[in-house]
């Protein structure tokens, strides 16, 4: 027994007193497996593979050509969406929205902008 205080009675471990031990198993044999792939199987497998690769490009080709079209969606829409948020870049084209807005034309509106250094904004 230990000399260590402690406030709960130490339990001594105790061993099995079987000594017997299971036979190790071994299912893998690496000829026979050799074997087994070797001849028909060999070739089943193959062509399986080869027709899996042809439509796995196949599948490849058209999620590239949908990536490009969303792509394409994606940017049509983010100029939209510029083009919906109102700022002064939404009616530098028309002189008559730019006078209804803020009272001068495009023209003296950008020069007044300048002026005031927007700090890089038009």
Do not use: W
């Not at 061993?15 to 190790?24: D, H, I, V």
């Not at 000829?31 to 490849?60: C, D, F, H, P, W």
């Not at 969303?70 to 002189?95: M, P």
């Amino acid at each position: 027994m230990n000399n260590i205080p402690t406030i709960f009675p130490l339990k001594t471990h105790q061993k099995s007193k079987s000594t017997e031990t299971r036979p190790l198993i071994r299912n893998y044999n690496a000829s026979e497996r050799y074997k087994s792939q070797t001849g028909a199987t060999a070739r089943t497998n193959a062509s399986t593979l080869a027709t899996e690769l042809v439509s796995l490009e196949g599948e490849i080709k058209k999620l590239q050509s949908k990536l490009a079209s969303l792509s394409l969606e994606n940017e049509r829409l983010q100029t939209e969406l510029n083009s919906l948020k109102f700022g002064f870049n939404r009616f530098i084209g028309s002189d008559v929205d730019m006078t209804y807005y803020t009272g001068m034309s495009s023209r003296h509106f950008l020069a007044f902008f300048a002026f005031l250094d927007a700090g890089g904004i038009c």
